[in-house]
């Protein structure tokens, strides 16, 4: 559950004001530029009048991102809920006359879908034997297992751990793609948001991408096991609406809910950047304890440079201006999975968690989400640059809302579409 913070985005405020955006040219009005004087030859630049309001991102495109496409998400998910129940319940009702005469529960569909699965997967292995025949027999057997091996326990999974195992696949091909050094350039620009960049659909796509193996493996298995419950919980919260409706899968439900959450994560990371990291980063790069000290006759040059305080201080300076001038793109599905945990803590209270590594006893889930959200909330307040804490609480707040309201509006979206 690591949303990592991509440490590319540079902003220089000499001879490169141009590459604040690391995709984009950032391009300044006329009247900004012109108050960017240097005072020298040599001198840096200094930043006067309203730079800092009439230069800074905008949030406004991705609020709208986030407001359409998780509503573009939320009723194309409906629209095919509806349409794949009512494709069930006719193959179902058509099996035999006992179904038209007697009512159909949740439950019924999805044993009737658990059979197709099955005797689709037993066709596929015929198929396979078949044209598996000029194979030695000695080989054959091996084959058996391996497809056993990987399609019985995707049988036996529900629809909720069948479709985290996609989006698990999912993410590890793009990870693959970032092993490739052609497409760096490409995947930086479209798979890491940048808050700096202007652009929207990177909160999507940002949320599948991730940095490193180890990135990719804990989301993996943190998805894999609160994925899974949060889509029990979602399908079992649709039994309990009012009216009942039918349901044949809550896939749909679960993935309108899982990139919806990870667009929102995203989307609080952008504005903490846009409205707290970049006036910061802004007022330090303005503050007069950043600029280097002027030296105007010889004498006081030869002075400034054998006074060893000076270049302490001097030294302190650059290292805390190299510190505090970049504001770094996030990557990677935390954000979604923070939305799980925090959806499953509420829905089953009485759960246990723990630690495969390092091993440790359970824990209440409550407690466990709590200590995460502190630890989130201290590295903020600490400035911790590693993980994108932002990313991590709203994803949490996400997961809170949801459960209050989500399912209701789920079903009334499936009640209208």
């Known amino acids: 559950m690591l949303r ?123 198929y396979l034997a078949t044209q598996a025949s000029e194979i030695p027999q000695v080989i054959r057997p091996y084959i058996t297992t391996i497809y056993l091996s990987v399609f019985q326990p995707y049988a036996d999974a529900s629809d909720g751990r069948r479709l985290c195992w996609k989006i698990c696949m999912l993410n590890a091909g793009i990870w693959f793609m970032w092993q490739f050094q052609r497409l760096q350039p490409m995947m930086t620009r479209s798979f890491i948001h940048h808050p700096l960049s202007g652009l929207s659909y990177t909160l999507l796509t940002s949320t599948f991408s991730h940095a490193s193996f180890l990135h990719l493996a804990f989301n993996c298995l943190a998805l894999e096991g609160f994925g899974s419950a949060a889509s029990t919980y979602l399908r079992q919260s649709q039994e309990k609406q009012d009216p009942s409706q039918l349901e044949s899968t809550s896939a749909y439900h679960f993935m309108t809910f899982f990139a919806s959450a990870g667009i929102f994560a995203s989307l609080v990371s952008h504005i903490a950047s846009a409205r707290i990291r970049y006036p910061k980063l802004v007022a330090q790069l303005t503050s007069p304890a950043s600029k280097p000290p002027v030296t105007e006759t010889w004498a006081s040059a030869v002075a400034a440079a054998a006074s060893s305080t000076t270049r302490s201080t001097a030294s302190s300076s650059a290292a805390a201006a190299a510190k505090a001038v970049s504001i770094p793109g996030s990557l990677g599905a935390s954000g979604a999975v923070y939305s799980c945990v925090t959806l499953v803590a509420l829905a089953y209270p009485g759960s246990q968690i723990s630690l495969i590594f390092p091993p440790m006893m359970p824990i209440d889930i409550q407690t466990g989400v709590m200590g995460l959200v502190a630890l989130d909330m201290f590295g903020i307040y600490r400035g911790w640059r590693m993980f994108d804490h932002w990313a991590h609480l709203g994803g949490a707040a996400f997961g809170a809302m949801y459960y209050y309201c989500g399912p209701r509006i789920w079903s009334s979206t499936r009640g209208v579409v």
């Open 4 to 126: 990592l913070c991509a440490r590319g985005i540079s902003f220089k405020p000499y001879r490169s004001l141009r590459n604040l955006s690391y995709s984009r040219p950032l391009r300044l009005p006329r009247d900004v530029s012109q108050q960017l004087k240097p005072s020298g030859p040599t001198a840096p630049i200094e930043f006067e009048g309203t730079f800092a309001k009439s230069v800074k991102p905008t949030i406004r495109n991705q609020v709208l991102f986030f407001a359409l496409g998780s509503t573009s998400i939320l009723l194309y998910s409906a629209w095919a809920t509806n349409l794949d129940t009512a494709v069930v319940l006719e193959k179902l009702q058509a099996q035999s006359t006992i179904w038209q005469a007697q009512s159909i529960s949740n439950r019924d569909l999805r044993r009737f879908q658990q059979s197709e699965l099955v005797q689709q997967l037993r066709s596929t292995y015929k």
